[in-house]
């Protein structure tokens, strides 16, 4: 089943994506508490789609356990000083100020 719901996950993250024109997506991750490697994958194809754009995909909100998560595998940086699949920041707020600074 998480193979299933991850699939569909990436269907509507790419198909939303693709029609909202954007350039950059935040996700703010608050809900979510619990990630497999199978919840990985759409945020993978998302991040790859906006980087193709030449945009920026930011996390945010990421619990201790999500967060974990993201260390372990090394798709976040804990002092962001080495780079990173994905960004992270610790609100919505800063995630969007993050993408106005130079």
């Known amino acids: 089943m998480g ?5 569909s996950l990436r269907d509507e993250f790419l198909t939303a994506y693709e029609q909202s024109g954007a350039t950059h997506v935040i996700i703010d991750m608050e809900a979510v508490h619990y990630l497999s490697s199978a919840g990985i994958r759409p945020l993978l194809a998302l991040n790859k789609k906006a980087r193709e754009r030449e945009g920026r995909m930011i ?8 967060e974990g ?34």
């Open 3 to 7: 193979d299933t719901v991850a699939d």
């Open 69 to 102: 998560v993201f260390l372990a595998t090394r798709l976040i940086s804990a002092g962001r000083t080495t780079p990173a699949t994905f960004e992270n920041q610790p609100d919505v707020v800063s995630a969007v100020a993050s993408l106005y600074q130079k």
């Open 59 to 66: 996390l945010c909100n990421l619990t201790k356990e999500v």
